[in-house]
């Protein structure tokens, strides 16, 4: 299971690597092509509304972020994950846990420019030999913090 852990994860990178070069359309490409993304806006189901939902985010940074309530689960926060540090989005409190061969969950906060946070629970499918999302929870939660 640690190398499935490990190919999620890096998985999971290459995602934010995306964001870091402000493409919603490399960051669509993580997601499994009938994926959907779930935030307080709403709901976007399929890579070209999920394009739409991350195009303003990782052209403009997070001032077009909506904010909703909190979740009704807390984030099971791990250990503390420092990834693409020095970019302009950095992940962090990174966990992912294995649910079978082809199918895995990682929950992450993104620090995204000017400091906003942006907590993501996606759910991971292994497709073709390719690791992508098939369910993304997306919220805001820096003004949750204590």
């Known amino acids: 299971m640690d190398m499935l852990k490990e190919e999620v994860l ?4 290459r995602r934010l690597n995306s964001m870091n070069r402000e493409s ?18 709403g709901r976007f189901r399929g890579r070209d509304e999920i394009r739409e939902f991350w195009q303003p985010m990782t052209s403009l940074g997070p001032s077009v972020v909506t904010t909703g309530g909190p ?6 926060l791990a250990r503390s ?28 906060c993104l620090s995204m420019p000017g400091g906003s946070d942006v907590w ?17 929870e997306v919220i805001q939660i820096d003004q949750y913090a204590e």
């Open 10 to 13: 890096e998985a999971s990178m």
């Open 24 to 41: 919603g359309v490399d960051v669509s490409e993580s997601y499994a092509p009938d994926g959907c993304v779930e935030s307080p806006s």
């Open 71 to 76: 979740c009704e689960e807390e984030p099971k």
């Open 81 to 108: 994950t420092s990834l693409g540090a020095g970019k302009k989005v950095v992940a962090r409190d990174t966990t992912v846990e294995a649910l079978s061969e082809d199918t895995a969950t990682v929950s992450q």
């Open 120 to 136: 993501t629970r996606g759910k991971w499918v292994r497709l073709g030999g390719q690791w992508l999302l098939s369910d993304d």
